[in-house]
């Protein structure tokens, strides 16, 4: 059974930051790229960033770059997503999710994860 353990949410005040976790289990997590998502109360869940197996393919989301920082460590089948400067904006449930067919043409798009954490709750105060 696959399992995605996202952790590391929290409140922050805007302009510090947070480290987020997953922890995947029940799958060959080296054969999978993994992404973050968002979604924000009434919103659509959103992409924010991705990163290929071996960590050499990365994608973020226009509204994180240069902010958040996408790693894994397949011996320890995590991912992390360092989160720096954090605007009010960032405020959401974040996910992580495991990807089998990463391309550049589906890093973006959920129907291609199909493996989900539960959500981590990050809260940016102003």
């Known amino acids: 059974q696959v399992q995605l353990v996202d952790s590391g949410g929290g409140l922050v005040q805007a302009g510090g930051s947070l480290r987020l976790s997953c922890a995947a289990s029940?799958?060959?997590?080296?054969?999978?790229?993994m992404g973050w998502f968002r979604q924000a109360p009434g919103k659509e869940r959103e992409f924010v960033a991705a990163?290929?197996?071996?960590?050499?393919?990365?994608y973020y989301a226009d509204s994180v770059k240069g902010r958040f920082t996408i790693s894994r460590d397949n011996a320890k089948k995590t991912v992390y997503l360092q989160m720096n400067s954090l605007k009010p904006e960032d405020t959401a449930v974040y996910y992580c999710?495991?990807?089998?067919?990463?391309?550049?043409?589906?890093?973006?798009?959920?129907?291609?994860?199909?493996?989900w954490g539960h959500g981590t709750q990050v809260t940016v105060s102003s």
């Open positions: 999710a495991a990807n089998g067919r990463y391309s550049s043409l589906t890093y973006y798009d959920t129907k291609y994860y199909p493996y």
């Open positions: 990163i290929n197996w071996h960590g050499g393919d990365i």
């Open positions: 029940g799958l060959t997590f080296s054969g999978y790229a």
